[in-house]
């Protein structure tokens, strides 16, 4: 008995045979298929359709890879240069002075504070001492963190860290400067672009600055 003929046999045998409709020209021409903004359509159509459909994705998916590229490289030129400047500090005034030359013009922040965990006075208008207790009280989430946060922060977070400036942050990144594991600081970054700073962004380059502060910044704390 013939097994009963069906779409996923038919679909099965023109998968396995593609040109089938080589030696069928007629009915490759005869057949019609509705498309909901054109109607009825012929089957050559309906594959044109697809391909430009397909080339358009292909062609977005492509912009996205070249507009994260250029952002990562901006990125790293960015670390890149705030980390040399950083080396070439030959006292912490300069340190720091370079520090927040760098945030506000390379990275365009809006706010920015670095928090040096322990007792002592604040160095200057944006790098204060605070214990390590009372900063995880607030934001213990973004300490532990093991990658660098960036995005958007909760608005608790985001008040703590950059107090009355927080209004003027709509993307941060957040940067925990270990040294020896044990945490030594914070630096938090903020723009009033909400895609500056986004999870999809790459946290290799940015992790260089947490990296540099980890052993340069103990000798500049003597202040």
Known sequence: ???????????????????????????????????????????VEKQL????????????????????????????DNCRRLILDLMAAENSETFFSSLEK????????????????????????FTRRVTKENAAQHIGSLIRAKEPTLGILRPEEQHYLFGPDSEK???????????????????????????????????LFIGFIADSLAKLLPRHLLV
Do not use: W
């Not at 009963?4 to 023109?14: F, I, R, S, W």
């Not at 045979?17 to 109607?39: A, C, I, S, V, Y």
């Not at 040096?116 to 604040?122: R, T």
């Open 169 to 203: 942050v709509n993307s941060a990144a957040v940067l925990a400067v270990k040294n020896r594991n044990r945490h030594i600081a914070l630096l938090a970054i903020g723009s009033s672009d909400a895609h500056y700073f986004s999870p999809r962004m790459e946290t």
């Open 102 to 125: 760098s945030l506000k013009k390379d990275f365009k922040c809006k706010a920015y504070a670095l928090m040096i965990f322990g007792a002592g006075k604040d160095i200057n208008h």
């Open 49 to 76: 359709a697809v391909l430009r459909e397909r080339q358009k994705k292909t062609r977005q998916q492509l912009e996205d890879v070249l507009t994260a590229a250029k952002e990562n490289n901006e990125i790293f």
């Open 1 to 43: 008995m013939t097994d009963k003929l069906t779409d996923k046999n038919v679909a099965a045998y023109l998968k396995k045979n593609p040109d089938f409709f080589l030696d069928h020209e007629n009915l490759l021409l005869q057949m019609k298929l509705t498309d909901n903004r054109q109607g009825t359509i012929s089957l």
